[in-house]
């Protein structure tokens, strides 16, 4: 199983970008999904979730600017980051529970996309 993100880049702050994370593999279904970043120099933190029945959580920085949403069809989640600023600027990874087989959930992480907002 691997999950792939993509949509990272650079944008002026007040900008907007979409990332994408599409998990492939052998597996029977995905539980929750999410979002992490890390900034330079700090710690992994935690962005969003969404459940399979599209419930979505935020950190309160990012609430009311960014929205996640998945395709559960397609296995994939999605980041709409509107509004952005420069303390977004973070390398960002996608985040999945994947039940691999009957009783047997693993978490698993994106490799990271960059996402840089200049001021």
């Known amino acids: 199983v691997q999950l792939q993100a993509s949509g990272g880049g650079l944008v002026q702050s007040g900008g907007s970008l979409r990332l994408s994370c599409a998990a492939n593999?052998?597996?029977?279904?995905?539980?929750?999904m999410g979002w992490y970043r890390q900034a330079p120099g700090k710690e992994r933190e935690w962005v969003t979730s969404?459940?399979?029945?599209?419930?979505?959580y935020y950190a309160n920085d990012v609430k009311g600017r960014f929205t996640i949403s998945r395709d559960n069809a397609k296995n994939t989640v999605y980041l709409q980051m509107n509004s952005l600023k420069p303390e977004d600027t973070a390398v960002y990874y996608c985040?999945?529970?994947?039940?691999?087989?009957?009783?047997?959930?693993?978490?698993?992480w994106g490799r990271g996309t960059l996402v840089t907002v200049s001021s």
């Open positions: 593999g052998d597996f029977l279904s995905i539980d929750g």
């Open positions: 969404i459940t399979p029945g599209h419930t979505a």
């Open positions: 985040n999945a529970d994947i039940h691999v087989r009957q009783y047997i959930r693993r978490e698993y």
